[in-house]
């Protein structure tokens, strides 16, 4: 199955828990899905069960660019993200 899918993420932050979801498609495109809204992704790059990516998720402070690492096990997704405040490790699993 790899990454590509769509994953319901628990990302611990600043501003609480937040689960986006995110979509990796297999043509190369994506996007980080949440209340807001939905950032794409920038600079994907997906080998099969890894992934690399940025998106420009909207906060209370502003837009930031948030870099993202994943890795897909099965079902289980795991990862960190780096913001402008360091690096965080988070967890998700297959919604579809």
């Known amino acids: 199955m790899g990454i590509v899918g769509i994953w319901k993420l628990t990302l611990h932050t600043p501003f609480g828990v937040q689960t986006p979801s995110l979509r990796i498609n297999a043509d190369g495109t994506g996007g980080l899905i ?3 809204g939905e ?3 920038h600079d ?6 890894n ?3 940025t998106a420009h ?3 209370p402070m502003g837009n930031f660019a948030i870099g993202f690492s994943v890795t897909a096990n099965g079902d289980a997704l795991s ?7 360091g ?10």
């Open 39 to 41: 950032a794409p992704l």
């Open 34 to 36: 949440s209340p807001i």
């Open 51 to 53: 992934a690399e990516f």
């Open 57 to 59: 998720v909207p906060t």
């Open 87 to 96: 690096a965080t490790e988070f967890s998700g699993q297959r919604e579809a």
């Open 44 to 49: 994907l790059q997906v080998n099969e069960n």
């Open 79 to 85: 990862g960190t993200f780096t913001s402008p405040l």
